[in-house]
């Protein structure tokens, strides 16, 4: 059997394929990219293909399709609106929405172009930057959580909560991105996992597949949906689930789309370490580092460097891009924890962006 790679797939590559097709017999197609994962789908369906079908990539690629679809099950969302960008649309979001409000692509990913708009004249400033059809959301104020899971013929097999350091707009003002693992048995987390499956329950079923799904708690306990997507989560929230569990969710996305059927005895139910992940985005300015090494007691057990010193950077403008990467483990969450904030006041100490007029 010959495996062909893509590096992605463009708006022609249907000719290319059915040329393939025609030529020899393809079993399965697969991707790793969310972005191309509805071009794979209309190719799987276009040559009957297994796999996840262009309904169901749709509504987990699509927000508004998601959101409106979780509506009509009767799940927590909040208020939104799709527009396109060619109308005028600002007095009319002013009529339908309070401030503050998040603006964002309605098929964006790693919450790039991705706003809070606090006022009148940010919203027209925002509106400018936006392309094509985009979403307003209402602004929900609470903390932000991630769930991630592995269904096997339409079986939930394993599924895990975790907590973000405030969101994944971290970066937009120059603060670390991260998560840790939280307690499985923590009614929180048992709250998250009951709402996520509700999730998967409205929208178009696929046989197999991974997810990741973004919910947001109130103070009051109120959990409203953000949003999902069936592939595995993003940054580094795979070596996390890898150090607490013991697999790589990447793998097992990739393997299932080969016809690779998993059960729910191959994945420990057990967390026997807590994991945390944080990258540092970059600040605006020259890099110097008064000290690169990271302090051992810190329990940093991956260390990702995306950095030069002596370079300029400009301020990040997604969850992907950092300069400073790292996965901490500890068998105490009240110790991780404060390992994650030791590790924050060290970067913030040790790299800086020297803001000044360069010669």
């Not at 393809?26 to 209309?42: G, M, N, Q």
């Not at 009529?95 to 098929?107: E, G, I, S």
């Not at 597949?209 to 947001?216: A, G, M, P, R, S």
């Not at 995306?306 to 891009?321: L, P």
Request: with cysteine; aromatic share 12%.
């Amino acid at each position: 059997m010959k495996a062909l790679f893509f590096d992605s797939i463009s708006s022609d590559i249907h000719p290319v394929t059915q040329k393939i097709v025609e030529r020899t017999k393809i079993f399965s197609l697969v991707t790793h990219y969310e972005t191309d994962i509805y071009r794979v789908a209309v190719l799987r369906e276009k040559f009957g293909i297994d796999g996840q079908r262009c309904k169901s990539a749709i509504a987990y690629r699509q927000k508004d399709k998601m959101k409106s679809l979780c509506e009509i099950n009767e799940v927590n969302i909040p208020k939104f609106q799709k527009y396109n960008v060619h109308k005028e649309v600002s007095e009319e979001i002013k009529a339908k929405f309070n401030f503050p409000l998040v603006v964002k692509p309605v098929d964006g990913l790693g919450s790039a172009s991705t706003w809070i708009v606090e006022s009148s004249e940010e919203l027209l400033d925002v509106l400018n930057k936006c392309s094509e059809e985009f979403l307003v959301e209402e602004y929900i104020d609470g903390d932000l959580f991630h769930v991630d899971g592995i269904v096997s013929n339409e079986e939930l097999i394993f599924v895990n909560a975790s907590k973000y350091f405030g969101t994944t707009l971290n970066y937009l003002e120059d603060l670390p991105v991260g998560s840790y693992v939280l307690d499985q048995e923590s009614e929180d987390a048992k709250r998250l996992i009951t709402f996520a499956t509700k999730v998967l329950k409205s929208l178009p079923n696929t046989q197999s597949y991974v997810f990741h799904c973004e919910l947001f708690m109130k103070n009051d306990g109120e959990i409203v949906f953000g949003e999902i997507a069936s592939r595995p989560p993003g940054a580094l929230v795979p070596q996390v689930l890898n150090h607490v569990y013991g697999f790589n969710i990447n793998q097992v996305h990739i393997l299932q789309q080969v016809g690779k059927v998993y059960e729910k005895n191959e994945f420990s139910i057990k967390v026997n370490k807590v994991s945390a992940w944080l990258t540092f985005p970059p600040k605006a300015g020259r890099l110097r580092c008064l000290q690169e090494e990271i302090p051992e007691q810190y329990c940093v057990e991956e260390i990702y460097r995306n950095y030069n010193i002596g370079e300029i950077y400009s301020s990040g403008d997604s969850v992907g891009s950092y300069v400073l990467g790292v996965v901490l483990v500890s068998y105490s969450e009240a110790v991780l924890l404060n390992n994650c904030k030791l590790l924050s006041d060290w970067f913030n100490d040790n790299f800086i962006f020297e803001n000044k007029k360069i010669k």
